[in-house]
């Protein structure tokens, strides 16, 4: 999927998983994580910079959850939530 933002920013968003267990859109300046599976809980949502730094971390609280991305520069970002054993990534790049 590929969404055009202001300011001819192309976001990607990737399903590196292929799982119907997690649902990333993006929205104005906002990345959008949607939890499709209900047994994922208690567990964390971290964001990923390009060089891997660990740039965002928030603890799950409901089945949606927003990120602000307006002070982001471009490049590859992994989303990641972690629920116990479980482990779900997405990619999202930011041109």
Do not use: R, W
């Not at 949502?45 to 390009?50: A, E, K, T, V």
């Not at 609280?61 to 471009?74: P, Q, S, V």
């Amino acid at each position: 999927n590929q969404f055009i933002l202001a300011g001819q920013i192309t976001v990607d968003v990737n399903n590196t998983n292929k799982s119907d267990k997690i649902n990333v859109s993006i929205s104005g300046d906002s990345i959008l994580i949607e939890l499709l599976d209900k047994t994922v809980k208690n567990g964390t949502i971290s964001l990923f910079s390009p060089q891997g730094k660990n740039i965002y971390n928030s603890v799950i609280t409901g089945n949606n959850h927003i990120i602000k991305f307006d002070h982001l520069a471009k490049g590859l970002y992994i989303v990641k939530i972690t629920s116990g054993k479980q482990t779900i990534s997405e990619k999202v790049i930011l041109k």
